[in-house]
């Protein structure tokens, strides 16, 4: 026989979904006597008088701690307890053995073997198993309450980009539509206009083109995670070398340096790999004071031999560098350490870089020396290499 108390979970106060506790045990004496010690606790308490029983409420609830007697007819606790754990829902359940009469070493032993929180001998000191109890239920409690933020934590943050995504993706025509007829604007005034006027044109036209490229980075940092990644063999070289294409006049007009190693073939994915490098480079190469010409080298290597294999990617310039205490700013989307004056930009790029990288197995940091430079590491899985 088994009795499942349904009062009002015995505590003011308790929640919702109060944290469930199976006591099991031949004796219905014994039942009733810790069902009314452990009754403050504000938990619900479910009864099993045999572990036929106690397998069937498994089978129904999910439960903070079991209170399991070794010593009963039929099915005996030990038996029940390993029976108990093939269930999904009992994986890390605190089981606490109870017992008058099993005192050896090799009960306790074999308790232990099962995975038991704990083994206790009756006469049961109340204070002590109450005490012990009400731990177990607290951390129950705090772990529920943690995956539940963590679920809302989840749900905003995807909220979140799907908003961004829906906003950006709106904005693209008005703000294309304000530069296009600034330019106009600009054209036609020509001649017309005193230069302080035409000056006000040009500024509107200057920040639709930077609003423009923002509403492009919000894009592409809300469409990480969102669409499938496909992984496939990507040259990095190739790559590199597309990217440094599309700057060679910056390059040009600045005098830069670049040089690389012989880059890898790697399993990833082409788009990742392209904007982490837009980026990267991107950044070496606008991070100048232009007292010395720009310096960029970048190279790759396997790493982490001991644990999963990874490619280790380098971007190293002599730019400005930046402090370390800034290390967990850069990379948090619209955090500049400059004014926009100084060094345009949207804040986005390192953000959306370390997002890419992390979906992908991996992570990105840097190590920099203000004003000799910075060298930007990220890590990528080596899928090509035997585990």
Request: charged fraction near 25%; proline fraction near 5%.
């Amino acid at each position: 026989m088994s009795v499942v108390r349904t009062e009002a979970d015995y505590a003011p106060g308790a929640h919702n979904t109060p944290a469930k506790i199976l006591l099991v045990d031949d004796r219905p004496e014994n039942l009733l006597a810790t069902e009314a010690l452990l009754r403050p606790l504000g938990a619900r308490i479910i009864t099993a008088e045999s572990g036929e029983a106690a397998l069937g409420h498994v089978l129904e609830h999910t439960f903070a701690i079991v209170l399991l007697d070794v010593q009963m007819p039929g099915m005996d606790g030990f038996e029940t307890a390993q029976l108990m754990q093939t269930r999904p829902s009992m994986q890390g359940v605190p089981i606490v053995f109870v017992t008058a009469i099993s005192k050896e070493d090799h009960f306790a032993s074999r308790a232990a073997g099962l995975g038991a929180a704990d083994y206790i001998f009756k006469p049961i000191n109340p204070d002590i198993l109450k005490s012990k109890v009400k731990v177990y239920l607290d951390l129950y409690r705090q772990r529920e309450q943690i995956l539940s933020l963590n679920g809302t934590l989840r749900q905003s943050n995807e909220e979140l980009e799907r908003f961004a995504y829906v906003c950006s993706h709106d904005m693209q025509e008005p703000v294309r539509m304000m530069n296009t007829y600034a330019g106009f604007l600009a054209e036609d005034a020509a001649g017309k206009l005193e230069e302080g006027t035409l000056q006000y044109v040009r500024y509107i036209r200057e920040n639709a083109v930077r609003m423009q490229k923002m509403i492009r980075d919000i894009l592409t940092f809300s469409r990480v995670g969102r669409e499938e990644l496909h992984l496939e063999t990507v040259d990095s070289q190739k790559v590199l070398d597309e990217v440094l294409h599309e700057v060679r006049d910056i390059i040009e007009a600045k005098g830069a340096i670049v040089t690389s190693g012989a880059l890898p073939m790697i399993e990833a994915s082409p788009t990742l790999l392209r904007v982490v490098l837009q980026n990267l480079v991107g950044n070496a190469l606008k991070f100048h004071d232009g007292s010395r010409t720009p310096e960029i080298n970048v190279s790759a290597r396997r790493a982490g031999s001991r644990g999963e294999p990874m490619w280790r990617f380098d971007v190293k310039d002599n730019g400005i560098g930046i402090d370390p205490a800034f290390s967990e700013r850069i990379f948090t989307m619209f955090q500049r350490l400059h004014r926009s004056e100084d060094y345009p930009g949207t804040g986005i790029g390192l953000a959306t870089c370390r997002k890419f990288i992390r979906l992908c197995g991996g992570d990105i940091v840097f190590s920099s020396t203000p004003g000799v430079g910075t060298t930007f590491t990220f890590t990528l899985p080596d899928k090509g290499r035997p585990q």
